[in-house]
């Protein structure tokens, strides 16, 4: 299990030269699928490797000339990498325009000064009511699977769509089954080596990433973990696109809070709802799109509540509260947070917003709301107020 973790770890902290070395030994091209709504199963099946694009792990510095300050963490990162041209390993890059704001600026900086051999923007759809809706998320999905069809020369077959659907399912239900025990035995893994392993899977090919997961579900079904001394259990909710910062999650768990499951992308919303293979690929693909499920801010839905989904979380898991990380200067998160919050207050769910960034903010300011946080859930003797 040790050499498992240890094999994730040294992928997920240095993804940019497991990728570059990815490709060489696959033999095969990378793409670039900017989270969080790319359905990597059409690359997969035009015989490339995707791979979502993540923060990096330096310091903003050429992307400032090309990226407001005021940008999310990762589309600043992300540009900053481009633009230095540590992004060569990616033979193309995929954006859905539509998701946020701050997304569309980025295909005419990549196009400008990057030049991928391949790049594809899509405008996957609100998740409103009505045929025109889905008329649109199909013809979109089309356009997007004869765009790789002329890239590669390949055609892509419902077959192949159907084989590279079912891997992924295999995927998710492995996930699925890693988050399930966990919710049984919640310390048997740190949340940080949990999001590792979510990670790990976004970067890997994925019927690599399901062997290793094979692999490690059996060791974590045996191994015994002792009893939790606490009853403080929280969720950690959003942190949309990106991984939460590590040494975040670190801290929760310090302070004696313990995570037994989560609502974050790099997380429980990265696996979500599987495709049905039974239909014609491209419409199970658009039906798994049009999911309402988990609550996601960037599609528009107003008639499911995303409190409510954290609420059944939260009964699921018996927890004491749910700790929102909210991504500085994320437009999406930020808007519908004020509903969030109000929603948290009148189903009486103790909730804290802790917000991070990729320079940092001051982790001492953090650890003195998290602590404060923890107190007004009974402090260590885990006894709810």
Not at 88 to 115: A, N, T, Y
Not at 214 to 221: G, N, Q, S, T, V
Not at 307 to 316: F, S
Request: aromatic content about 8%; glycine content about 6%.
């Amino acid at each position: 299990m040790e050499k498992l973790l240890k094999r994730i770890g040294e992928i997920t902290s240095d993804p940019y030269a497991y990728v570059a070395r990815l490709k060489e030994e696959k033999e095969k091209r990378i793409i670039g699928c900017f989270p969080m709504q790319v359905p990597e199963e059409i690359v997969h099946a035009a015989g490339l490797i995707p791979v979502v694009i993540w923060r990096g792990n330096e310091a903003v510095t050429w992307g400032h000339s090309h990226i407001p300050p005021y940008y999310c963490g990762i589309v600043r990162s992300f540009i900053d990498d481009a633009v230095r041209g540590k992004l060569g390993f990616m033979d193309g890059m995929i954006f859905h325009v539509r998701q946020c704001l701050l997304i569309m600026d980025i295909p005419l900086i990549i196009e400008r000064h990057v030049k991928p051999e391949y790049m594809k923007l899509l405008y996957l759809p609100p998740v409103y009511p009505g045929k025109a809706t889905r008329d649109f998320l199909r013809s979109d999905l089309e356009l997007f699977k004869k765009s790789l069809e002329e890239y590669t020369g390949n055609t892509i077959t419902d077959d192949m769509l159907k084989s590279s659907i079912a891997v992924y399912n295999e995927n998710r239900s492995l996930l699925e089954r890693l988050y399930e025990i966990r919710r049984k035995k919640p310390r048997i893994l740190t949340s940080a080596e949990i999001t590792k392993i979510v990670w790990a899977g976004m970067l890997m090919q994925k019927e690599d990433h399901n062997e290793l997961l094979r692999d490690l579900i059996p060791l974590m079904e045996a191994r015994t973990v002792e009893t939790a001394t606490t009853k403080i259990k929280v969720i950690p909710v959003g942190c949309l696109c990106q991984a939460p910062p590590f040494d975040v999650l670190n801290m929760i768990e310090d302070l004696g809070m313990v995570i037994p499951d989560d609502d974050l992308y790099v997380g429980s919303r990265y696996f979500a709802n599987k495709v049905n293979i039974d239909d014609n690929p491209i419409e199970a693909l658009a039906e798994r799109h049009l999911k309402k499920t988990p609550v996601c801010p960037t599609k528009g839905v107003w008639d499911v509540l995303w409190a409510d989904d954290v609420e059944e979380m939260v009964k699921l898991n018996n927890a004491s509260g749910v700790i929102s990380i909210h991504v500085k200067f994320c437009p999406p998160h930020a808007c519908y947070y004020p509903d969030f919050k109000s929603r948290m207050i009148e189903k009486g769910i103790p909730e804290i917003l802790v917000q991070v960034e990729h320079e940092m903010l001051s982790m001492e300011g953090i650890k003195t709301r998290l602590q404060s946080f923890t107190e007004s859930l009974g402090g260590n003797n885990g006894e709810k107020i």
